[in-house]
């Protein structure tokens, strides 16, 4: 190198530092942003004195630096030519900024982002057109519980004798039989005991009599049975497929939870039973069947609908709205989304009229008359009836009394419903077990169907049939092509709880409990969906490069994934209604699947930031990354993984976000000692926070710390930092968190140093806030919970009291358990006095951790530019094993002026309900399922909790809102589980909570049922559910071979676009069918957009130039569970908009 050159190198050097030292001076003028954001007050000289180190360290640091720069030049100069490649490297590394605020600490507001104006359309056109808004129905019925009579839950029903004079009643007979996947018994121990007697038979006894039909639903089950059949039983079976005597309905995995289940979930497991019954039997449903769910959500008519089934069947709704349905002959109608003004996802729904879904519910409006009809109960049986009054075998003797006994009930049935077809199911639990079963049913009933229709007087046609059959025949009846909605028939919209089967037994238990593995499950989800996301671009960069184990192996585990999220979405599952060994069943199957998607993240990972992916070679369980937390067991808490930093040592950690859109967003790390510097992918120093890690209430680990700092993750992307440890002498004081500790259990006023942090014990809870740039969150000074919130922007003051109740158990027969909540009264206040209280401070993220018996509580506020930056973020670690008849809730009193009792819940994460409190319902009537979301507002304010897993949720009284936290109960309540619930953990419930101020433009529609979240809303709910994964190098020193960046996305994908999933469906050498599915939110657009940088402009997504690292060869619509394929989009075609609120899916081959 000559002399110039290095005299220009020298130069740049110099300038470099002599501007940098300028900005230094700049941010530490009295008056600047940063200093500002520093308050004086009772704190305000310890925070003067921390700067004043916190400057002498950055001197000294950028001292360092200097000095380093002035070695390297020198050597340069004695003609080491090595030393060019350091200094420019040296000249790259961002010197120590003087302030340990992120950049970020002064934020320029930008304007709102506009959305598309179809998406915002849909708040002002409030409500779709319905002849029956459930909501409303509500407002009508009296509840009032009347003894009906033989049918006790409604009314005696006459017909005129001639009514099928012109006519003949069509009676469609239909066997089933429901299979819980886990309930009393495990799922394998049901298969064993019973599943796989019935299925055998099944296929036998439709074969031995060929007038029979049967329909199954449970694809969990039945691809059990599938894999231990010979090949001659399988043509077998196909071939009752296709003579349509065995017909399969719905063909979900399971028959899935509709009140706890998020709608990824339930999507999912209905593409896995679908998927599979397609591939191995041909077959694709068109009629869904729901008899067992307790309660119905519309998000299950959505899917069905995009799904392409032509119907479905409901049972448990409220027994009051049964019962006014029936009256008005509205129990079949057509199903619309409350959001969907064109009817373009309206699908037929036959609800059934009765108590239950059993034979003695099922053949009329008697049960002491249909249990005769249940030929397992013959005498001698096993099985009788409580009605005391016996089947009989028919006979010629008792025949026309029979049959004539038996059909008054179904033309009692048929009055219920128009066009004279009635639909009997006949079967129950694990029926159809036994081959005598199986013949008694067919034999009498066979025999009682021939008299009949040999009877012309009689005007009746009766047979047995599946369920697609009676729809068939309702359609010919009502005039409607079979693939169309019946005319005439009336729309209703709304939603199916919160359900009660008798008297004041509502429900509403299972939103709640076992809210231990309502939580997992939401982990599991995200893991899953992350998994997803990486894995299917890795298959195809995998098979590009030959690594055919990867794709193998780990195509394995996902399926395995993927079938133990599905199998707990099953209505004994995520409810939390099923025996405890099986709970624990559930649980080890969600752990495992946890433990293999971590697996398969990791891999994925690793070869999608190779440089050269043929380099790249797959070792099962050896990868360049470690997993970043782990679980002893199914039911502990999870460990996060603490990254060894040794002095002079780095470690890389790579972050994942599976969003498609760009994230800055707060992360967290544990590590080994404070004295660390965490650096970005361009070596600049990111800022960062070290927090103590609790041991216990007031004692701070020396071994584990928590490191805080603003991360930013491209979309659908990876990102690799690096930790570096430095001496116990190059520490940064400034980066510290502040411990504050009030009513210690120790003597007041005491100071405490651990040797890193400094721990401030305070008498009295006096002036306790959290506060960034846009919120200020004061604490009650009695209980030391949050008591208002302020908007900083707006100047608006919302008081929102935060406090822990609890609620007891009913004394009697009837009690509270897995299903029911039955109080004892109105919720009354956790009691305790001065519980302890740290405040944990720092520029990054602040803390109040309030320890109250039974909850620890946490509330934290983020300095972060992001979307969470707008939220205060609440943690609750449960534990109520120490109390019994207990149901412990969060709830925030407010002084929102929520109209009418009015608030709104989500239905499974997918749309929002409006609920109303009426006060002719008890109290745990008043309750509902929140999934994901639940909001009160008035015309100005909306406050809104998001939540990480499912939960009861109510609003008992203007300004409340109250979240259900766990419930420990010793008593069954009644429905067969036969025990209650005391298997009760350590409970994580997250939330976040959001105060929004309506914009004072923002015109709200007529007066509707149907609400949307904000877009901030969403993003922070993504935030909490989908978080950003860690993936940390296994061993210490820089990565070889691997990139600093990947991202999946050419380009962001629009705000209001979710990247539901991209899930691999088989592979081949050459190619890879993927399917991937968008779901475009629907958003309330009259709430600012804070943290929000995504672009919402236009919602079109270009699929062709979707992926950044794989091409999509060929891509065409198709539906929902991937089974209905529709054109093959052209490349011109492949621009595509999907419409607000709607899901849409699409298969891809990608190369
Ligand atoms: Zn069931």
Same mark, same amino acid.
């Given at each position: 190198m000559n002399m110039k050159k290095y005299m220009v190198l020298w130069g740049g050097a110099m300038f470099f530092v002599v501007c940098f030292s300028l900005y230094l001076m700049m941010e530490t003028t009295p008056g600047s942003a940063s200093l500002r954001a520093? &308050?004086?007050?009772?704190n305000g000289l310890s925070n003067i004195d921390a700067r004043i180190q916190q400057i002498e360290t950055m001197l000294n640091d950028n001292q360092k630096m200097m000095n380093l720069i002035r070695k390297t030049v020198q050597e340069l100069a004695a003609g080491? *030519?090595?030393?060019l490649e350091k200094l420019q490297q040296v000249l790259q590394m961002n010197p120590t900024?003087? !302030?340990?605020?992120?950049?970020?600490?002064v934020k320029t507001r930008t304007s709102d982002v506009s959305l598309p104006a179809d998406t915002c359309q849909l708040t002002q056109l409030g409500s779709s057109k319905a002849d029956i808004q459930v909501l409303d129905v509500y407002d009508q019925l009296?509840?009032? @519980?009347?003894?009906?009579? =033989?049918w006790k839950q409604g009314f005696p029903i006459t017909y005129s004798p001639n009514k099928w004079e012109k006519q003949k009643l069509k009676v469609f007979v239909v066997p089933h039989s429901h299979n819980d996947?886990?309930?009393?018994?495990?799922f394998e121990k049901y298969y064993t005991d019973q599943t796989r007697a019935i299925l055998n038979g099944m296929v036998d006894a439709l074969e031995r009599h060929p007038q029979m039909r049967f329909i199954y639903a449970e694809m969990s089950f039945f691809s059990m049975f599938w894999d231990e059949i010979n090949q001659d039983k399988r043509l077998r079976v196909k071939k009752l497929l296709q003579e349509k005597r065995l017909e399969i309905v719905t063909g979900g995995w399971v028959m899935n939870d &509709? =009140?706890? =289940?998020h709608y990824f979930a339930m999507l999912d497991q209905m593409i896995e039973g679908n998927q599979w019954l397609q591939q191995e039997l041909g077959v694709t449903p068109v009629s869904g069947w729901a008899i067992d769910p307790f309660g119905h959500s519309p998000t299950m008519a959505y899917l069905l609908g995009k799904m392409g089934f032509q119907n479905m069947l409901i049972q448990r709704v409220h027994y009051s709205m049964k019962k006014h349905l029936a009256r008005s002959t509205q129990l079949e109608f057509v199903w619309r989304q409350?959001?969907? *003004?064109?009817?373009?996802t309206d699908i037929l729904c036959h609800l059934m009229p009765? %108590?239950? %879904?059993d034979v003695p519910h099922t053949c009329g409006p008697d049960p002491r008359v249909c249990c005769q009809?249940?030929?397992? +109960?013959?005498?001698?049986?096993?099985v009788s009836c409580p009605w005391r009054i016996p089947p009989q075998v028919i006979t010629k003797s008792n025949i026309n009394e029979r049959a004539s006994t038996l059909l008054e009930q179904y033309r009692q049935k048929a009055?219920?419903? +128009? /066009?004279?077809v009635v639909f009997v199911p006949l079967g129950d639990d694990?029926?159809?077990?036994?081959v005598e079963e199986w013949d008694n049913q067919f034999d009498n009933y066979q025999r009682l169907f021939d008299y009949m229709n040999s009877k012309?007087?009689?005007q009746v046609e009766v047979k047995f049939a599946t369920l697609s059959d009676y729809f068939v025949a309702l359609r010919e009846r009502a005039g409607a092509a079979p693939e169309n909605i019946p005319p005439h028939y009336p729309v209703l919209s709304g939603d199916f709880y919160t359900?009660?089967? +008798?008297?004041?037994? %509502?429900?509403?238990g299972y939103f709640t409990s076992r809210p231990f593995y309502k939580r997992l499950n939401r982990v599991m989800e995200s893991h899953l969906r992350g998994t997803e996301l990486l894995f299917s671009q890795a298959v195809v960069v995998a098979s590009r490069s030959g690594a055919g184990g990867f794709v193998r192996d780990l195509m394995k585990t996902m399926v395995t994934a993927r079938r133990s999220l599905a199998l707990f979405q099953h209505h004994d599952g995520i409810t939390g209604t099923a025996r405890e060994l099986v709970v624990a069943d559930y649980g080890q199957k969600l752990l495992s699947a946890i433990q293999g998607m971590k697996e398969v993240m990791v891999q994925s990972a690793e070869l999608l930031l190779?440089?050269?992916?043929?380099?790249y070679t797959y070792k099962a369980d050896n990868s360049f990354f470690d997993v970043d937390e782990t679980r002893a067991s199914h039911d502990s808490l999870p460990v996060r993984t603490v990254l060894q930093v040794g002095t002079g040592q780095s470690r890389s950690v790579t972050l994942y976000n599976s969003l498609g859109h760009a994230r800055q967003t707060v992360v967290r790390l544990y590590v080994s000692t404070p004295h660390v510097q965490l650096r970005d992918p361009l070596n600049n120093i990111v800022p960062c926070q070290v927090e103590p890690f609790w041991n216990e209430d007031e004692t701070v680990s020396n071994t584990v710390y928590k490191l805080v700092f603003v991360a930013n993750v491209p979309a659908l992307g990876l990102r690799s930092y690096t930790l570096h440890g430095m001496a116990d002498g190059e520490?940064?004081?400034?980066?510290l968190a502040k411990v504050d500790i009030y @009513?210690? =259990? *120790?003597? !007041?006023?005491r100071l405490d140093t651990d040797g890193v942090f400094t721990v401030v014990r305070k008498p009295s809870l006096v002036g306790v806030t959290l506060e960034n740039n846009d919120l200020k969150v004061t604490f009650s000074e009695v209980t030391g919970l949050m008591d208002a919130v302020l908007v900083k922007s707006t100047g608006e003051h919302v008081s929102a009291s935060m406090q822990f109740v609890k609620y007891g158990a009913k004394h009697g027969k009837e009690r509270s358990g897995a299903y029911l909540f039955l109080p004892d009264g109105a919720a009354k206040p956790l009691a305790y006095n001065n519980p302890i209280v740290r405040v944990v401070s720092g520029d990054i993220l602040s803390e109040v951790h309030v320890l109250l018996p039974g909850v620890e509580h946490i509330i934290s506020l983020h300095n972060s530019p992001?979307?969470?930056?707008?939220t205060i973020d609440v943690s609750n670690t449960v534990?109520?094993?120490?109390?019994?008849d207990i149901e412990l809730a969060m709830r925030i009193v407010t @002084?929102?002026? /929520? &109209? /009418?009792?009015e608030f709104y819940t989500d239905l499974n994460g997918f749309q929002m309900q409006k609920r109303k409190t009426l006060s002719k319902l008890p109290l745990q009537g008043n309750f509902y399922p929140m999934p994901a979301m639940a909001y009160l507002e008035s015309d100005k304010v909306r406050l809104s909790i998001l939540s990480a897993q499912s939960l009861g949720v109510a !609003?008992?009284?203007?300004?409340w809102l109250e979240v259900m936290q766990d419930r420990r109960l010793? *008593?069954?309540? /009644?429905?067969?589980?036969?025990q209650g619930i005391h298997?009760?953990?350590r409970t994580p419930n997250k939330f976040s909570i959001l105060v929004e101020i309506r914009k004072a433009s923002s015109t709200v529609g007529p007066a509707s049922t149907v609400g949307f979240p904000s877009l901030m809303s969403h993003l922070a709910l993504q935030e909490l559910v989908h978080h950003i994964h860690v993936l940390p190098a296994r061993m210490a020193g820089p990565p070889t071979g691997q990139r600093h960046n990947f991202t999946g996305l050419t380009t962001q994908l629009p705000?209001?676009?979710?990247?539901l999933n991209l899930r691999t469906l088989q592979s081949t050498s050459q190619s890879t069918h993927t399917a991937l599915l968008l779901h475009r939110l629907g958003v309330d657009c009259g709430f600012p957009t804070y943290g929000v940088t995504c672009q919402c402009s236009s919602s079109k997504v270009n699929l062709a130039k979707l992926f950044s690292g794989v091409k999509v060869q060929k891509a065409s619509s198709t539906s929902l569970t991937l089974t209905r394929d529709g054109t093959e989009l052209s490349e011109a075609s492949q621009l595509i908009d999907v419409p607000p609120m709607e899901i849409q899916a699409y298969k891809l081959q990608l190369t």
């Open positions: 520093v &308050e004086v007050g009772e080491d *030519h090595g030393s900024p003087l !302030s340990a605020r992120p950049p970020h600490s009296a509840f009032d @519980n009347i003894d009906g009579g =033989a996947p886990g309930w009393l018994k495990t &509709e =009140a706890n =289940a409350s959001w969907d *003004h064109k009817g373009s009765f %108590y239950s %879904y009809f249940d030929f397992k +109960r013959l005498p001698g049986g096993g009055t219920l419903y +128009r /066009n004279d694990f029926r159809y077990d036994k012309p007087e009689w359900y009660a089967d +008798r008297d004041d037994h %509502y429900w509403s190779s440089i050269d992916p043929k380099l520490r940064q004081q400034g980066v @009513n210690s =259990a *120790h003597s !007041s006023l992001g979307v969470d930056g707008q534990d109520i094993r120490n109390e019994n @002084n929102i002026e /929520n &109209e /009418n009792g !609003s008992l009284k203007t300004g010793s *008593h069954d309540d /009644n429905r067969g589980l036969g298997d009760n953990k705000c209001d676009v979710h990247l």
